[in-house]
C-alpha cells in the first residue's frame, strides 16, 4: 500500500531525490526525499483551501475529523504493522495510541460542536451612554490561516500526521502542512491516505491537507520560514526546536512556534510517604520510567528524597525495578546513540555514583540509575538536561529546606510530582508556589507518563519545556493556539459569522 510519495494537495508526488527508512525489523522502504519546491507547493495550496474551509460549519468541520478517525480506524492492522517495523514498539502500544489518536480527533468533533471554542462575546451598543455612546461590540475567535506541523518520532501516531496538533489545527479552521518524521515514514503516509480518503469523501477543498516526508533540513526550514504559514506546533529535541523556533522569530513576520522540547519531570518524594511506602514509590517510579524504553516527554527523570527510614527501601525497590527490565527498541539508532552520549556524560561528572547501568546493542537501551547529593545537583547544570531514555538520577536533599532550594532552581518543566502523606502538607504547601511556575502539571501520588487527552489536560509549561507557556499540546484547549480573537464593530447583522447572529 506504501508508494513512498508525498501527499501534496490531493496528489501523490515523486521527488528526484529518495531515502531509504531505517526499521527496527522488517524490510526497508524507499521514499521520495521532500524538497523546499514540495514545500511551497504545499503552502500556496494551503493558502488557497483556507477561506473556503475556514468558513465551514463547524458541524461539517467536525464530521471531517470523524470521517478521519473512521479512516484511520480503516486503516488499523496496516498502520500497526508498519509502524511495529519502523519504530520497534509493541504492536499493544500502537494499537493504543491509534485509539488516542482517532479518540482525540473525535474529541476535537465534539468540542468545536459544543460552540464554547468560539469565546462568544457581546457588548450591546448605548447609543444614549453619555459623554460617549457605545457601540455594538461582538468578538469570536477566528483561524489563523496555514499551520505547519512537525511529526514527533516518539509518537508516530499520536504526535504525528494526524496527531494532536494536526486535529487541533483542523478543528480550529486551519489547514496543515504536515512535514513527516524520516523515523516512520510508512506510518506517515498510510495516515496521509486516510485524510487523503476523508478529504475526499466529503469534497473538500484538497489543499486542506499535504504531507511533505523529510529528507533534509532545509525541509523543514522552508516550511517555517514560508511566509503564507501562519503558527507551527512541533514535539522533539530541545535543539531541533530550539533553531526552528529562533527561525520563525527572524522572519519578516515572525510567528509564533508551538513547541514541546521535553524534560527531566521531577518528582518530589516528602518525608512521611518515604518513611510510610518507600518500597512502593521505588517500584512505581522504576515502572514508569522504563516504560517505552523511556521514549516519553513525561518520563520522571529525577527523584529528590530527604534520606530518612524509608530510604533504602525506596532505594532497593527502585534497583530491583530496573534491574529486571530487559533491554528495549529504541526508536532510532539516533536517538539510541544521543541515550548513550548522555549517559556517558552523566557518569563523568564529578560527585555521581552510578547505581545500574550497562552496555547495550546499537538500537537498544538499557536502564541507568545514578544517585547525588544536593550539592553537586545544584553544582551541575548538566544533571538538569533531559537524556531521552529510561535513566533516573536520585537526588539527596538534606532537609525540607534544601529541597525547596532545588525547586526554586528548576528549569521549566512539563510536570513536577509530589508524593505525600498527611503529616507532608506543611512542606508540599510551601513546595507548591514554588513548583506551579515551574511546570505546567503538577501531580500528586502518581506518576507523570499517562497524558489524559481531556478538557483540563496541560502539556505544555515555561521555556524549555515548551516555548510557549500559555499554551497546551494536548487537551481541547490546545485548539487556541491555532485561533485568534476579532472584534465586530457595529457589523450588520447578516455580515456577521452565523454564530453572531
Known amino acids: ?24 525489523s522488517g524490510p526497508a522502504h524507499r521514499f521520495y526525499s521532500g524538497t523546499p519546491a514540495l514545500v511551497d507547493q504545499a503552502v500556496k495550496a494551503a493558502e488557497a483551501a483556507y477561506e473556503s474551509y475556514a468558513f465551514l460549519p463547524d458541524a461539517t468541520r467536525a464530521a ?7 479512516e484511520i480506524e480503516a486503516r488499523g492492522d496496516e498502520i500497526t504493522e508498519i509502524g511495529v517495523q519502523e519504530t520497534g514498539l509493541p504492536a499493544a502500544r500502537l494499537q493504543g495510541e491509534r485509539g488516542r489518536t482517532t479518540g482525540q480527533l473525535r474529541l476535537f468533533a465534539s468540542h468545536i460542536l459544543a460552540g464554547d471554542y468560539l469565546d462568544v462575546r457581546h457588548d450591546e451598543a448605548l447609543p444614549e451612554r453619555a459623554p460617549l455612546p457605545r457601540p455594538d461590540l461582538w468578538l469570536m475567535q477566528r483561524p489563523v490561516g496555514p499551520v505547519a506541523v512537525f511529526g514527533a518520532s516518539n509518537f508516530p501516531l499520536a504526535f504525528s500526521t494526524a496527531g494532536g496538533d494536526t486535529a487541533s489545527a483542523l478543528a480550529a479552521g486551519c489547514p496543515v502542512v504536515v512535514k513527516g ?13 486516510a485524510i487523503d480518503a476523508a478529504i475526499k469523501a466529503l469534497d473538500l477543498d484538497p489543499g486542506v491537507f499535504s504531507l511533505v516526508q523529510g529528507g533534509n533540513r532545509s525541509v523543514g526550514e522552508a516550511l517555517v520560514q514560508h511566509p503564507l504559514i501562519q503558527a507551527v506546533g512541533f514535539t522533539g529535541s530541545l535543539g531541533g526546536g530550539r533553531a526552528l523556533f529562533d527561525l520563525c522569530a527572524q522572519r519578516p513576520t515572525p510567528i509564533p512556534f508551538f513547541g514541546e522540547l521535553g524534560s527531566v519531570n521531577p518528582m518530589f518524594v516528602l518525608a512521611d510517604a518515604l518513611d510510610a511506602r518507600g518500597a512502593q514509590i521505588g517500584a512505581g517510579w522504576a515502572a514508569s520510567l522504563a516504560m517505552g524504553a523511556g521514549q516519553f516527554c513525561t518520563n520522571p527523570g529525577v527523584a529528590v528524597v530527604v534520606a530518612g ?16 527490565t530487559p533491554d528495549q527498541t529504541m526508536l532510532t539508532d539516533g536517538i539510541a546513540q544521543a541515550y548513550r552520549d548522555g549517559s556517558a556524560h552523566i557518569q563523568s561528572i564529578e560527585g555521581v555514583e552510578q547505581l545500574i547501568g550497562a552496555e547495550c546493542g546499537i538500537r537498544a537501551a538499557a536502564p541507568y540509575l545514578f544517585s547525588v547529593d544536593a550539592a553537586t ?14 535513566l533516573g538520577i536520585i537526588v539527596r536533599a538534606e532537609s525540607a529546606e534544601q529541597m525547596q532550594q532545588i525547586a526554586r532552581g528548576l528549569k521549566g518543566q512539563l510536570t513536577c ?12 504547601a510551601a513546595l507548591l508556589p514554588v513548583l506551579e511556575r515551574k511546570a505546567g502539571r503538577l501531580l500528586a501520588n502518581g506518576f507523570p507518563t499517562g497524558v489524559e487527552v481531556s478538557d483540563t489536560m496541560v502539556h505544555g509549561g515555561p521555556y524549555p519545556a515548551s516555548t510557549n507557556f500559555g499554551a497546551t499540546s494536548v487537551g481541547t484547549m490546545a485548539i487556541r493556539r491555532f485561533m485568534r480573537p476579532v472584534c465586530y464593530q457595529n457589523m450588520p447583522a447578516d455580515l456577521r459569522h452565523s454564530q453572531l447572529r
Open 377 to 390: 545537583w545544584l553544582a551541575a547544570e548538566a544533571l538538569s538536561e533531559e537524556v531521552f531514555g529510561p
Open 309 to 324: 527510614d524509608g530510604f533504602d527501601a525506596f532505594q532497593q525497590a527502585v534497583l530491583d525495578g530496573l534491574q529486571a
Open 417 to 428: 510530582t509530589l508524593h505525600l502523606d498527611d503529616g507532608d502538607h506543611a512542606v508540599a
Open 64 to 70: 471531517f475529523l470523524n470521517r478521519i478517525a473512521d
Open 181 to 193: 518524521h524520516s523515523a516512520h515514514p510508512g506510518t506517515g503516509e498510510l495516515v496521509a491516505q
Open 1 to 24: 500500500m506504501l508508494t513512498g510519495k508525498h501527499l501534496i494537495a490531493g496528489q501523490w508526488m515523486d521527488a528526484a531525490d529518495t531515502f531509504d527508512s531505517s526499521p527496527a
